[in-house]
């Protein structure tokens, strides 16, 4: 086990002079950088190592920032994009690793405007050569219903970020029903004044571990329940601590448990030892709510999507049943019904279309708002790849697989909900 991420949650002055945002952030940035170093050594005196350091703040654009009106369209989004570049620039200079914004609450708003498609059409090049920087786009939640008008833009922006590099996509997702301080990227995002942090994990060996010294499934959800609440345990008792003493808001621990490509890290691995014949053979969704619902969720710090986790290039184990064609896209939709984090670093053909990405994302959605639990898409379209061909990226968190199939659309219909005019969808 160890931490895939301490994120750290701070509003920034958006569009403010870089000079005025970096005399804002300066102090707060050395706490922050103070804080992680003092935590990264407690855990590590307990053999538990911190992977990146990570930082969130609140949706880039809102209407109560007037200055998004000042200048026109077009400066505006320059402006936006330089200045992200310099925060990039920033925060490396501060040892952190990455950081990630929504571009708006879209779920909040009910009609895009011009302004708020233009700045959603430029996502692909915000994203574009900014390796740190990780974006989102919520766009449905049970309290409001879906944004089908965000929903569109969110397709076109993953078909857009595919070519010439699928990697982009990495670095985005559509989200539903998730809230802030989410530690887990691309979906974080912050909201309060006073800053804030909270811990992802990369533990899908600890459930191995259990599992394997499980003589029955009942013994299996116990040992879970066991390992789950010492590890909320012991990471709650450095964390309370070091957020007296730095002024900061501890939010909690997303206990789900991320794994790594690596076949004693996957989490894959982990439904095979519960006597699933593969991940993917019937029995599969089982074995996932078994091993979802013996994370305390109960807890006062447990945060985020808290759940079983299925991002399949970054598990060895998923990677290779994938390449086995022991399961599809719609094996992941289900899955995803009991599942905390949706579809995550899934490689699809090339040639998906926006309509094709849409209904998958409103399945997703659906999925979410109907069980009111929060649930990402993180796709990831390969130019001139086609379903069953190999796919390995140069990462070192992805698993080499193939290209997932899935139920294509056939025909065109100009009446559907891509192609209509319905803005929202609320669910009686």
């Known amino acids: 086990m160890r931490i895939r991420a301490i994120t750290i949650g701070q ?8 000079e005025t945002i970096l005399s804002f952030l300066q102090d707060k940035l050395r706490n922050f950088s103070t804080f992680s170093n003092e935590l990264t050594d407690m855990l590590k005196n307990i053999d538990i190592d911190v992977d990146t350091r990570r930082f969130c703040s609140q949706p880039l654009f809102s209407y109560d920032n007037k200055l ?18 310099f925060l990039q620039d920033v925060f490396k200079d501060y040892g952190i690793d990455y950081f990630a914004c929504a571009m708006m609450r879209a779920d909040h708003i009910q009609e895009l405007g011009i302004f708020e498609k233009l700045l959603l059409n430029e996502v692909p090049q915000l994203i574009q050569n900014k390796r740190k920087f990780f974006t989102s786009l919520p766009v449905a939640s049970t309290e409001k219903g879906i944004n089908l008008a965000a929903l569109r833009s969110g397709a076109k922006i993953i078909k857009s970020l595919s070519d010439p590099d699928p990697f982009n996509n990495l670095q985005f997702c559509i989200s539903s029903n998730v809230g802030p301080n989410i530690p887990f990227f691309p979906a974080a995002y912050h909201l309060s004044e006073k800053p804030a942090f909270s811990l992802a994990l990369e533990m899908a060996d600890e459930v191995i571990n259990a599992i394997e010294a499980s003589d029955s499934l009942k013994d299996a959800q116990m040992n879970l329940l066991a390992k789950f609440n010492e590890i909320y345990d012991n990471l709650t008792k450095f964390a309370e601590l070091l957020a007296r003493k730095f002024d900061l808001e501890f939010k909690g621990i997303d206990l789900t448990p991320a794994p790594y490509p690596m076949v004693d890290k996957s989490i894959g691995t982990a439904i095979e030892k519960l006597g699933i014949d593969y991940f993917g053979a019937h029995g599969t969704l089982t074995a996932v709510a078994l091993i979802k619902n013996s994370i305390p969720i109960e807890k006062e710090k447990v945060i985020g999507f808290s759940g079983f986790m299925q991002p399949v290039l970054e598990d060895f184990t998923l990677s290779k049943r994938l390449s086995e064609n022991k399961f599809n896209l719609d094996s ?16 699809l053909p090339g040639n998906i279309t926006e309509r094709e990405l849409f209904y998958i ?8 708002i109907t069980l009111n639990k929060p649930l990402t898409c993180r796709l990831m379209p390969i130019p001139g790849k086609e379903s069953g061909d190999d796919v390995e990226f140069d990462f070192e968190y992805f698993a080499p697989t193939k290209i997932i199939d899935f139920r294509r659309i056939e ?8 192609n209509g005019n319905e803005k929202n969808l609320k669910f009686l």
């Open 411 to 418: 025909g065109e219909n100009e009446k559907d909900l891509f």
């Open 332 to 347: 992941l939709i289900l899955y995803s019904t009991m599942c905390g984090a949706g579809l995550d670093v899934i490689p």
């Open 11 to 18: 509003m920034i002055p958006f569009l403010l002079k870089n």
């Open 68 to 85: 998004f009106y000042e200048k026109n369209l077009k400066e505006t989004l320059v402006d936006i994009n330089d200045q992200l570049k």
């Open 361 to 368: 994302l409103l399945d997703i959605c659906t999925i979410s």
